[in-house]
DNA sequence: ACTAATTTAGTCCAAATGTACTAATTAATT
DNA sequence: AATTAATTAGTACATTTGGACTAAATTAGT
């Protein structure tokens, strides 16, 4: 990609950052880098295609951080780390978060792509506690679809820590926060999972 | 309060939960209800100060709900009622929990009132679960500051349940909702707790 | 070096918004 | 009934925005 559209992105990205995107014009970002208006409309018609070219980008971080964490997380610290590593992410296109429900109103697109990495999350953290299962880290269900509402709610603590930080904390700790997304699992482990889990944390 | 003024209020309430407050201005309302912009602008002087008194009353009704739950929720069914009750309060509100972050950063107001809600919010949860261990429905903390996470994840799942379930479903359904968030006990309880727990649910 | 394609800037326009101000109307008070 | 206060409507203005269009400048290909 040429080098002023990658400037675009980031001037974008850092501006949707800091004011949130409905109050980002395109002529805002242009006067910002000192380009016309016209020359950044030449490369994006409008701001939902920067906006879906960030997507495009986060979408790609997250999926080679999905691949990774599946060959890997055999292991807790792994998971952690991934996790901590994938909090950061989400941190850096914190915008995209925070404004979730705005661009997905008046973007389809987004909407729909948001969905379809949805599912993937549910079946990679499906998969994970099906393997934490076999392994003896945590319990069985013991009435059904436990885990699917553990899903659930990891879902919208994935989504929404940014957000809900934001207003709270004085400043966002993606750390703090993957620590308490592992901490939904604790409750589900056994004792030897409990064990390990007290050791990492 | 004057008739006028309540017919703004709603007007607002309903056109900022379909569009979102970004995209509703003090002249769409005013066309809406066919009065004048000043006529309005009299009245409340700012859009901001129509969102300040919605959320007043949305303040009013949580924090009625409140009392009523701690004085009833001896019984878990209570409880669940009361989850209820205040999923669907924030449900007539929703505009303010989608538009959390956005209303937020303009509104300092605002968020010092979240912040303050949220404190009460803390409490009410945090003496809920001291009278669950106290009479074994759920078990002591195995850690420190165990359900000090608890709490943040209920915070998060409380404030943003509705932004996700806007996103992932095709209908916001308050109960289901509920019982997610009481899910989130589950696995902290004794057996006795267990037991009451799912012949409710 | 010349030409064509790409990139950048400049200008103009219509629509919408918040704000300020004035005029008209209605309600309340005496 | 007259006067005052409260309410409603109307108008004008400066800004901002997205979009369309044109012209200038730069780059790439030959």
Redesign the interface.
Known sequence: MKKIKIDILNTSKRMFNS??V?LISIREISREMRISHSNLLYHFKDKYEIINSLHEQLIEKVYELNKEIEENSNELTRLIKGIEKGFEILLDYRFMM?????I??ENKTF?KR??EM?KERATMYMNLIKSLIQRKIIRKE??SN?YD??I??I???S???I??S???DDSTNPKKYAK?LL??F???MTKTG?QEF?KIV
């Open positions: 004011k949130g409905a925070i404004d979730f429900n705005f997905a109103q909407r948001i969905i949805e013991s009435y436990e509402a553990l659930i709610q879902r919208i603590f989504d929404y820590w957000s809900s934001q207003i709270y308490l901490q939904l604790y409750p589900y409990k007290l």
